[in-house]
């Protein structure tokens, strides 16, 4: 939560939840958030993500298309390999959080 100084723009407010809901609603999925989880720990080719999380490709691109989409990931292609990286920096953020929240030791 912010300090108590100046009221935030109830408009400015407005976006930003948009926003952060919207976020919200792609990482709600589990295959998307084991995906960002694994992607957060740095760049990774599909067949990489498919071996260690255990998605099946068509769900694993179906998913990968969606964080694509929203911009959470971002691609690089080598070869006939395409790999993929976090490119949100807010969605490195929440997953910092949840990480801390759900994970750690």
Do not use: H, W
């Amino acid at each position: 939560m912010r300090k108590k100084s100046s009221p935030i723009d109830l408009s400015v407010m407005q976006a930003s939840a948009e926003k952060a809901c919207a976020l919200l609603k792609v990482l709600a999925n589990p295959d998307r958030l084991l995906l960002m989880c694994q992607l957060s720990q740095g760049e990774l080719c599909v067949s990489d993500l498919e071996e260690q999380l255990g998605i099946r490709q068509p769900t694993l691109s179906q998913q990968l298309g969606v964080l694509r989409d929203n911009a959470l990931v971002e691609t690089r292609r080598e070869g006939k390999s395409i790999f993929y990286s976090v490119a949100s920096k807010e969605a490195i953020a929440v997953m910092t959080v949840l990480y801390d929240q759900f994970c750690a030791q």
